[in-house]
T-cell receptor, first 116, second 112 residues
Framework: DAKTTQPTSMDCAEGRAANLPCNHS???????VYWYRQIHSQGPQYIIH???NNETNEMASLIITEDRKSSTLILPHATLRDTAVYYC?????????????????FGKGTKLSVKP | DSGVTQTPKHLITATGQRVTLRCSPR?????VYWYQQSLDQGLQFLIQ???????AKGNILERFSAQQFPDLHSELNLSSLELGDSALYFC???????????FGQGTRLTVV
């Protein structure tokens, strides 16, 4: 599995766009980029995923660079309820076992704090 | 609501005891995955079942075991519990043809 690098923490003002970056320079051609978030020890929540095209859904937009070595998750109008740890994961489609660094599926992620 | 149900939500037990955690996947999902998340740690893959059969194994201790039943619900059995087994245990399910995994709300296990 490709390793991902994310900033440890970020702040965002309520109502503004939150842009969360992720580097995945060793991504393979058949690996997707997934984003999940975890709000205070709740179950990880699926946000969005993509292979090479930009994607948008009701929660967020995913921008993947042309070389696929990095991506950005965009929450267009962040609210206080978006405060969470955001995980960028690179995986072959549908394979949620194994993982880099000895079966580590999710790493540390980015702790996003949305402030009033 | 992800559609994945885990029970119980909280469990407190003593060292040396045995517990069973239960997971009901989303309707129609054949794969169930179990994960462990210790305090401030990442999510570690434990084991996967697909339609009743073990499919993949990760960092699962010999004291732990799992199974998936004909109705597709799964149970994770943890025995001879140690203080270090205190953690959040999540299950997730996936559907053939889809790529994303959907997670339950987890069981918080505290071993005292």
């Amino acid at each position: 599995d490709a390793k991902t690098t994310q900033p440890t923490s970020m702040d965002c003002a309520e109502g503004r766009a939150a842009n969360l970056p992720c580097n995945h320079s060793t991504i393979s051609g058949n690996e997707y980029v997934y984003w999940y978030r975890q709000i205070h020890s709740q179950g990880p929540q699926y946000i969005i995923h993509g292979l090479k095209n930009n994607e948008t859904n009701e929660m967020a937009s995913l921008i993947i660079t042309e070389d696929r070595k990095s991506s950005t998750l965009i929450l267009p109008h962040a609210t206080l309820r978006d405060t969470a740890v955001y995980y960028c994961i690179v995986r072959v489609a549908g394979e949620w076992y194994g993982g880099s660094q000895g079966n580590l599926i999710f790493g540390k992620g980015t702790k996003l704090s949305v402030k009033p | 609501d992800s559609g994945v149900t885990q029970t119980p939500k909280h469990l407190i037990t003593a060292t040396g005891q045995r517990v069973t955690l239960r997971c009901s996947p989303r309707s129609g999902d054949l794969s169930v995955y179990w994960y462990q998340q210790s305090l401030d740690q990442g999510l570690q893959f434990l084991i996967q079942y697909y339609n009743g059969e073990e499919r993949a194994k990760g960092n699962i201790l010999e004291r732990f075991s799992a199974q998936q039943f004909p109705d597709l619900h799964s149970e994770l059995n943890l025995s001879s519990l140690e203080l270090g087994d205190s953690a959040l245990y999540f299950c997730a399910s996936t559907r053939q043809g889809n790529t994303e995994a959907f997670f339950g709300q987890g069981t918080r296990l505290t071993v005292v």
